[in-house]
């Protein structure tokens, strides 16, 4: 079994909202993954715990498993493991940071997840520090609108949290950049496999610098 560097992957096929990937959990023990996150104000800490429904919820229950099973030598969650094990190829995209900031994959990780082909998406905190090498692979998760602009002018594409009840396909933000409603919220018919939005890059840059990703 190859060792683990940093991350564990396994294919995701159920998520209603992003359908077929291979999701890239950040951290080999909750340890390890919570603290990627640290500095984020979703987070909180292990004794009053914040908003997070990633490290807080089950997906962090989905991690302690894999982590159980992974030190029982029962499955190989490396990448080439996770690619391995969608033996029919169904995983439309790589969803980095199911769990976790992916400002925690080292460049040579990326290198390898971006040479291996498929559409990547995935959101970090710290896009200006720690995150700062993930501009072209990643959005800027953002706390607010302002934060997005900034984040746009300096090249990225950004993502705001929106409420649940938050319906407006498009608006505009006071830097007047074009913020578009995520897809799913739009029509649940469509997930994240379907729309790729997500893809950081240049594609998208003019007609969605910000993505509105509605609270869960
Ligand atoms: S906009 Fe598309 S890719 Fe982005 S989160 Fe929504 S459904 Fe997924």
Not at 146 to 162: F, N, P, S
């Amino acid at each position: 079994m190859k060792k683990i560097t940093g991350s564990m992957y396994a294919p995701s096929y159920t998520n209603i909202k992003t359908g077929e990937c291979i999701a890239q959990y950040v951290g080999q023990t909750r340890q390890e993954s919570i603290a990627t996150c640290e500095g984020c104000e979703l987070l909180g800490t292990v004794e009053e715990k914040g908003p997070c429904y990633s490290q807080w919820g089950t997906v962090a229950w989905s991690h302690s498993s894999m982590i159980r099973s992974h030190s029982q030598g029962r499955n190989d969650y490396s990448f080439e493991g996770a690619i391995q094990r969608d033996k029919k190829s169904k995983a439309q995209f790589i969803r980095l940071g199911a769990i976790g900031d992916p400002s925690a994959t080292s460049k040579k990780e990326i290198a390898k997840i971006r040479k291996y082909g498929l559409p990547v998406i995935g959101y970090t905190h710290f896009w200006e520090g720690r995150g700062s090498h993930l501009r072209d692979i990643c959005l800027a998760s953002c706390g607010s609108v302002e934060e997005a602009d900034l984040a746009v002018a300096k090249g990225w594409r950004a993502t705001i949290i929106v409420p649940k009840d938050y319906d407006t396909p498009v608006s505009f933000s006071p830097k007047n950049n074009r913020i578009v409603l995520c897809v799913n919220a739009q029509n649940k018919k469509f997930k994240c496999a379907d729309c790729l939005l997500c893809v950081a890059g240049d594609r998208y840059m003019a007609s969605a610098p910000i993505i509105a990703l509605q609270e869960l």
